[in-house]
C-alpha cells in the first residue's frame, strides 16, 4: 500500500504526546497538512515532523471549550482550505476506586474523554459536509469493553465513544463521510506509565497479552492511517480493538 495524503488536512487532537503525536508524524510522513492540537506544549511534535519536512501547524486549545474547537477548525480552513482527517486523542485517566472519584472529577473526566469529542466533531463535520467527504478517527479504549483502565468514568466515556461512532456513522455515511474508532489496551505511553509507575509491574502486564509485549503508539497510529485513507472507504461505524490479543484472555 502507498500511503499519499498530498493535498488533505488532517487535524489531530491531543497531539502533544502518545498516539496523537505518533499518529500526527506519520500523517505528516505521508504528505498531509498536519494541524496539531492540544492543552498542552506542542513544540516537541511539532519539531518532529518540521525535521522531516513535513507540513504543520500547531493551535493550542482545551477539547473542553467548544469556542476553542470551533476557533481551531476555522483556523485550520482559513490556512490549509479544508479538513479533511479528524482524529480526536485526548484523554484523562487517574486510577481510583469508583466510591473514591469526585462528582468534579467524574464530569471532567466525562468533557475530556468523551463530550470534547463531540464539540471537535461539530465543527470539523461541518467542512466536511460541505465537501461531501472526509475521514472521522476517535482514539476510544478497549476498557469500553472489559471494564478495565482502573477507573470507572474513563470505561464509561470511552463506552460513550463507541456509541457516537454507530449513530454518527449512520447520518454521514451517505455524505461521504466515514466515522470509526481505535481500542487499544496497553500501550506503552505517558498514560500507562503514569497509571502504573512501577516498572517491574507494567513488565508484568506483558503476562496477559498473547503477542507478548506492549503495544507502542505507532501500532495504533498505523491503524489510524490506515482508517484515514482511501483504502478504507468502505469501513465504517467500526470500534476496532488494538490490544495484541489481550481483550481475548
Avoid at 454518527?168 to 506503552?188: F, H, M, Q, R, Y
Amino acid at each position: 500500500m502507498n500511503f499519499d495524503f498530498k493535498g488533505k488536512t488532517a487535524v489531530i487532537t491531543g497531539a502533544s504526546r502518545g498516539i496523537g503525536a505518533a499518529s500526527s508524524v506519520l500523517l505528516a510522513e505521508a504528505n498531509a497538512n498536519v494541524m496539531i492540537s492540544d492543552i498542552s506544549d506542542l513544540s516537541e511534535t511539532e519539531e518532529q515532523i518540521t525535521k522531516q519536512g513535513g507540513i504543520v501547524k500547531a493551535f493550542t486549545a482545551d477539547i473542553t471549550k467548544p469556542k476553542e474547537m470551533e476557533a481551531l477548525c476555522k483556523t485550520t480552513v482559513e490556512i490549509f482550505g479544508n479538513i479533511d482527517i479528524l482524529i480526536n486523542c485526548p484523554g484523562i485517566l487517574s486510577p481510583m476506586q469508583f466510591n473514591e472519584i469526585s462528582t468534579d472529577l467524574w464530569k471532567k473526566g466525562i468533557e475530556v474523554n468523551l463530550s470534547g469529542a463531540f464539540y471537535i466533531t461539530k465543527y470539523a463535520s461541518k467542512t466536511m459536509i460541505a465537501q461531501k467527504s472526509g475521514r472521522i478517527i476517535f482514539i476510544g479504549s478497549a476498557a469500553s469493553i472489559t471494564g478495565g483502565g482502573g477507573v470507572a468514568y474513563y470505561a464509561a466515556a470511552k463506552a460513550g465513544i463507541n456509541g457516537f461512532v454507530r449513530s454518527l456513522s449512520k447520518e454521514l455515511a451517505p455524505l461521504g463521510i466515514t466515522v470509526n474508532s481505535v481500542l487499544p489496551a496497553l500501550i506503552d505511553t505517558d498514560m500507562l506509565r503514569e497509571r502504573q509507575p512501577n516498572p517491574e509491574k507494567r513488565k508484568e502486564c506483558i503476562k496477559r497479552i498473547p503477542v507478548g509485549r506492549l503495544g507502542k503508539p505507532e501500532d495504533v497510529a498505523y491503524a489510524v492511517l490506515f482508517l484515514a485513507s482511501e483504502y478504507a472507504s468502505y469501513i465504517t461505524g467500526q470500534n476496532i480493538l488494538i490490544d495484541g490479543g489481550s481483550t481475548l484472555k
